[in-house]
């Protein structure tokens, strides 16, 4: 059974569910990261089949959430932006609390934003927000979108693309994987960290960088993950 939301949306036809949030959220994520939003790569990042993602896409489509004109990617309609972006706000909102007041660890708090997301009202969304001081970042360095006005999803440079000789600053990390934020937190590869990326191995073998006195050799998947700027 597919559980109801604490909040409702009048404004349109379908019921606003954990599942619908879910699949706007998980849209909105894979767009921003410029990925083919498709039935299949929905199916992987919600862990369901793919004639179900197909008759939830019908739903959303039928309420104008979601546009499939465009050829082989499913595109969020303005209407469909909007609660996409206010989910996406509640969850970030939400792991930066649990990592700066409830004190888990930056690999522990997204499960957890996936259940609260949904539960938290408007206001008390508010009151975190004030509560942590308005915070324009969460844990892994996602921007976290403003309650009105503009929001911009953009992805920098990933690590695994930048040549030997580089210093390079870490601005955000992908959060799909609670081990790999695991094994990059205990070498200190989190946003704000300088790296030296010291050189390449052939082959797609490992990125050797320098994060203080300590050097790692990071796989291309991992190195993946990281996303910053040339310092």
């Excluded at 999803?153 to 000789?165: N, R």
Aim: overall charge negative; aromatic content about 4%.
């Amino acid at each position: 059974m597919i559980a109801q939301t604490a909040r409702s949306a009048q404004c349109c036809e379908i019921a606003h569910t954990e599942t619908v949030e879910d699949y706007l959220r998980t849209i909105f994520k894979l767009a921003g990261r410029g990925l083919a939003v498709t039935t299949s790569a929905l199916a992987e990042q919600l862990g369901v089949s793919p004639p179900t993602v197909s008759a939830m896409l019908k739903r959303l489509e039928a309420s104008e959430l979601i546009d499939r004109s465009a050829a082989r990617s499913i595109v969020l309609t303005p209407h469909g932006d909007r609660h996409a972006t206010g989910v996406t706000r509640r969850h970030r909102l939400v792991e930066t609390f649990l990592v700066e007041v409830v004190g888990l660890d930056w690999d522990e708090v997204h499960v957890e934003a996936d259940v609260l997301e949904h539960a938290i009202s408007e206001r008390l969304e508010n009151r975190i927000d004030t509560l942590l001081g308005h915070p324009t970042h969460d844990p892994h360095g996602d921007p976290i979108p403003p309650r009105d006005g503009e929001h911009v999803e953009s992805w920098a440079a990933a690590l695994g693309s930048v040549p030997s000789g580089s210093r390079f600053r870490v601005q955000r990390v992908a959060d799909d994987d609670s081990n790999a934020l695991r094994y990059l937190a205990e070498r200190d590869i989190k946003p704000g960290a300088i790296l030296e990326v010291m050189s390449r191995e052939p082959f797609n073998g490992p990125i050797w960088v320098t994060v203080g006195a300590r050097s790692h050799a990071l796989g291309l998947t991992l190195a993946d993950l990281v996303h910053g700027e040339t310092a």
